[in-house]
């Protein structure tokens, strides 16, 4: 049972109830959980995804998962740029210019 305010808060956002529901009960028995801190407009966006299209999280974890990915090859492409400035003789040597 829910108060009047929450059911209020609910339709104002344009959510369906028993969608919203179902995504929080399945967050709150899952073991394999992440919570994301996002803006204000991703959550509404994902809200309303998940409560009237009855897409779960299932369905996004393979975007989750690209989105990963893709997060791991600019990082991989930074370290990379870091090492070769490292091992860039001008660079080597002005360090070691400065440790004089």
Known sequence: MITEEQYREVTDRGLN???????????????????????????????????????????IETHIRRALANLLADKIEEMNQLRTRLLDDDSLDSLLDTKK
């Open 17 to 59: 109830l028993s969608g919203l529901i179902r995504d929080l009960l399945g967050d709150h028995f899952s073991n394999d959980v992440i919570s994301l801190q996002v803006t204000g407009e991703t959550r509404r966006v994902y809200d309303l995804l998940v409560s009237n299209t009855g897409a779960t999280d299932r369905d």
